[in-house]
């Protein structure tokens, strides 16, 4: 019940394409759901987060889908970059905030 | 800016070493996290601490403890390492009370047991 699953594991996408990453949950107590990005050699770092009181959250090129009653939340990465190519990972927690369940990650590929 | 540091970004030991992983968050956050990164298996939490000489156990705590005597040290101890603990360790540290709960990560280190 604790678990968030992630999928898909790896995602290949042209220049410009929308890429779709999306995570399910189980336990109906989480509050809070972020998305990190992860560029290879570096710690991943917050790209965006959402608490379910809303469906959808926008940052620049990047949007959260949240459906609560599926219990599921999705990553569309509009217009997308060869400079966005790296490892996204969704995570939820109990309480806004503290520990974080992560989820198994994507690795992203834009080609050029 | 936040940094998170770690003292090793390669680490190769053989098994049953004893194996100590720093961290150290110069943002004076309370919260601080060990986690391993393995492909297909995300992150997945060994242990955290809310507070200096506090600690909690994550959901892979065998093997491992930690060690917090300061603020800005949290330390990750692997008693007897095994080859099942080759992996990526991350840090992280984040604020109590933060609405948003943001953790701010190490780069990690990477350590292979032989």
């Known amino acids: 019940q604790q678990q968030v699953k992630q999928s898909p594991q790896s995602l290949i996408v042209q220049k410009g394409g929308i890429p779709i990453i999306n995570c399910a949950y189980e336990?109906?107590?989480?509050?809070?759901f972020p998305w990190y990005q992860q560029f290879p050699g570096k710690g991943p770092a917050l790209l965006i987060a959402?608490?379910?009181?809303?469906s959808e959250k926008k940052e620049g090129r990047f949007t959260i889908s949240f459906n609560k009653s599926a219990k599921q939340f999705s990553l569309h990465i509009m217009d997308s970059q060869p400079g966005d190519s790296a490892t996204y990972f969704c995570?939820?927690?109990?309480?806004?905030?503290?520990?974080?369940?992560f989820g198994q990650g994507t690795e992203l590929s834009v080609k050029p | 800016d936040v940094k998170v540091t770690q003292s090793s970004r390669y680490l190769v030991k053989r098994t049953g070493e004893k194996v100590f992983l720093e961290c150290v968050q110069d943002?004076?956050?309370?919260?601080m996290f060990w986690y391993r990164q393995d492909p297909g298996l995300g992150l997945r939490l060994i242990y955290f601490?809310?507070?200096?000489?506090?600690?909690e156990k994550g959901d892979i705590p065998e093997g491992y403890s930690v060690s917090r005597e300061k603020k800005e040290r949290f330390s990750l101890i692997l008693e007897s390492a095994s080859t099942n603990q080759t992996s990526m360790y991350l840090c992280?540290?984040?604020?109590?009370?933060?609405?948003?709960?943001?953790?701010?990560f190490g780069p990690g280190t990477r350590l292979t047991v032989t």
């Open positions: 992280a540290s984040s604020l109590i009370g933060l609405a948003l709960g943001e953790q701010y």
């Open positions: 601490s809310y507070d200096v000489k506090m600690k």
């Open positions: 959402i608490r379910p009181d809303v």
């Open positions: 336990n109906t107590a989480f509050d809070y």
């Open positions: 943002m004076d956050h309370e919260n």
């Open positions: 995570a939820a927690s109990l309480n806004q905030g503290g520990k974080l369940i």
